[in-house]
C-alpha cells in the first residue's frame, strides 16, 4: 500500500491552492518537503523562504524512491 511513492501536485498547485490556506491558520506553520536529489531540497527550501513558515521538515527517509 505504501509503494506509490509520494503522490503530490507539485509546488506551483501547492502554493497557489494550499499554502494561501495553511498561512492563513493561527497556528505554527510546518511545511513537509521530498526530493529526488539534493537540488530537488534547495529548490523547494529556496522557494518557500519568502513565505512565513515556522519549519522545514525534510523528508529523507522514504524508501520508494529509485535510489533506494
Not at 28 to 53: M, N, Q, Y
Request: hydrophobic share 40%; glycine share 6%.
Amino acid at each position: 500500500m505504501n509503494s506509490i511513492g509520494l503522490e503530490n501536485q507539485g509546488w506551483e498547485a501547492f502554493e497557489k491552492n494550499d499554502l494561501p490556506k495553511i498561512l492563513s491558520l493561527d497556528a505554527r506553520k510546518w511545511i513537509s518537503i521530498a526530493g529526488r536529489c539534493a537540488e530537488d531540497f534547495e529548490t523547494l527550501a529556496r522557494a518557500l523562504d519568502p513565505h512565513p513558515v515556522d519549519a522545514i521538515e525534510v523528508n529523507v527517509s522514504c524508501p520508494n524512491l529509485k535510489a533506494g
